[in-house]
């Protein structure tokens, strides 16, 4: 594996992950970087993409300058907080959605809940609040066709980065869930469960000129045309635009899938990279996996599916433990990172470097 | 209530503390301290709201005491913090974090609504915080050793009108002070 940071004249994307999270890491030319989520390495616990400038020798403080929250599910915000501390120079960007008053008191009535030992990704949020006030900055909205940043890297190259969601009606739909969820006076406390859904998410368009990179999140499919994918296809960012690398959405699950992205709006010879998901049956299945890999050629995942392994304790205790629960497993599983760099005008191909537990997506899964 | 409740916990405490056996743990004090809060907490909000529903989760924490009351010790007691993720028909996934071992990560594992305890069924739903507990409990005066594996739903206090006060007080604080509307330009 080589480690050498990317040249100031070459555009780079690595994607990270499971281990315990997701955490994309990007350089746009002239030492600048950009990290959307995070992910936790179960060794050093420390976040991916700081392990990852650090092993390149970037100093992370000062290069950093954007940082994108996507959706307060703990496996992409685990350890934000850590990259937010250590990454002073950024402008943070997060869904608008969690601007609205309902969402933040659900924040801060979660962190009141009597003597809880258990993380959730609202600890993590409120933990990025806390710090976000200590230090006097400032968070920034990120909702469908805001420009979140827009530079000339080099001669005759613009970047921008947008996000594309959660578009209104997303953000309407995430607020009625935040209403429904909301504490009731003299009801039992417990913690604030997830959304299952993830259309608050915010996916993220760079542009280099006439190249895009679309990271899609965790974003899902909706029947309703104003709402996931299909509104994302509507954005007027996106609108008309085909990808040359696609963080694909959702683990590769069908439930992120949307036909006419892979159809009509992917470049044939694209990268499209994925992340798995370990809990219960994991993401991608055979059959997701099949299906992607009939869409795409140059498709792969970070990491294995498998179950994540199990914690090493006396035979005994084992035998004790199985008899009430089934299938205990560490929470985290082992991951790798795929690095993608090219020149910064996009004007050579997309050069690949598998790191880790990283494989074709075609060998993802036993 | 709460002087008999700090009685037996006192009297479980004494009896352990004056056995020094290799490999036997003393009894998990924060487990009886635990279950004392809680129904000290119920017990205090059952006083303000005379709600007939805390009169029930009072009750269920003592049945949980007497369980202890009759263990002079627990060996190796493990002990993990439990949050509810998913339920299924027959089954609830939860998400682990081990007490006892500190450097343990956390784990996911699946359990039956059959192991719960009577009365606890009604308060599994996602979010919601459950203790387990296994080991071996040794009984007093050669009393045959046994196995157990506990799941017992927390009993937490109910939301206040001062948290939703401080709530608001704080997101109002993060509102002035944190975002920002007028963006990129």
Request: net charge negative.
């Amino acid at each position: 594996m080589s480690v050498n940071a990317p040249a100031h004249n070459e555009f780079e994307i690595v994607v990270f992950g499971p281990s315990w999270g997701e955490s994309i890491l990007f350089h746009y030319g002239n030492n600048d970087w950009a990290i959307i989520d995070s992910c936790i390495d179960e060794e050093t616990k420390l976040p991916a993409a700081i392990n990852y400038l650090n092993s390149i020798g970037v100093d992370h403080q000062n290069a950093v300058k954007q940082i994108v929250i996507s959706h307060w599910h703990d496996d992409h915000l685990k350890g934000m907080a850590s990259i937010i501390k250590e990454c002073t120079a950024a402008k943070l960007n997060c869904s608008s959605a969690y601007f609205s008053r309902e969402f933040l008191k659900l924040v801060n009535l979660n962190n009141q809940i009597s003597m809880l030992h258990t993380d959730t990704g609202l600890s993590e949020f409120e933990r990025i609040m806390c710090l976000l006030r200590e230090t006097n900055r400032k968070l920034h909205h990120a909702a469908q066709d805001r420009l979140l940043a827009k530079e000339i890297v080099a001669t005759g190259v613009n970047f921008e980065f947008y996000a594309v969601s959660p578009s209104d009606s997303s953000i309407s739909n995430f607020l009625n869930w935040v209403t429904t969820n909301f504490p009731v006076e003299k009801e039992t406390e417990r913690k604030i469960p997830a959304p299952s859904g993830n259309e608050a998410a915010i996916v993220n368009l760079v542009s280099i000129n006439d190249n895009h990179i679309l990271l899609g999140a965790d974003m899902l499919e909706y029947r309703d045309k104003d709402r996931g994918w299909n509104a994302i296809l509507k954005s007027v960012a996106f609108l008309h635009k085909k990808v040359c690398f696609l963080k694909i959405p959702h683990h590769g699950g069908q439930s992120g899938h949307n036909q006419e992205l892979w159809e009509s709006r992917i470049d044939d010879d694209a990268v499209c990279i994925l992340t798995p998901w370990s809990r219960n049956e994991g993401l991608p299945s055979h059959e997701d996996i099949n299906r992607i890999c009939a869409l795409q050629d140059q498709v792969y995942a970070t990491a294995k599916v498998r179950l994540s392994k199990k914690y090493k304790r006396d035979h005994a205790v084992s035998k004790l433990i199985r008899k009430t629960a089934s299938g205990m497993r560490v929470a985290s599983t082992s991951s790798g990172y795929i690095r993608s760099r090219r020149n910064i005008d996009f004007s050579t191909p997309w050069e690949i470097v598998l790191n880790g537990e990283a494989c074709q997506l075609a060998q993802a899964r036993d | 209530m709460s002087s008999t409740i700090s009685s037996i916990s006192n009297n479980i405490k004494h009896t352990t503390e004056n056995n020094t056996e290799d490999n036997e743990v003393e009894l998990v004090k924060d487990q009886i301290a635990w279950n004392t809060i809680d129904i000290i907490e119920n017990e205090k909000e059952r006083n303000e709201l005379n709600n007939p529903q805390y009169k029930h989760e009072s009750s269920s924490a003592i049945h949980n005491l007497d369980f202890f009351k009759s263990i002079e010790k627990i060996k190796a007691p493990l002990e993990w913090e439990g949050s509810v993720l998913d339920l299924s028909r027959d089954t609830f996934t939860a998400r682990l974090k081990d007490l006892v071992d500190p450097d343990a990560p956390e784990e996911i594992a699946e359990f039956c609504y059959d192991d719960l305890q009577q009365g606890d069924e009604t308060l599994v739903k996602p979010g919601a915080v459950f203790r387990w507990i296994i080991g071996t409990t040794i009984s007093p005066k050669g009393g045959m050793n046994q196995k157990f594996s506990r799941l017992h739903f927390r009993k937490l206090p109910a939301w206040r009108e001062e948290h939703f006060n401080k709530a608001q007080e704080t997101t109002e604080d993060w509102i002035e002070n944190i975002f920002v509307t007028d963006d990129f330009k």
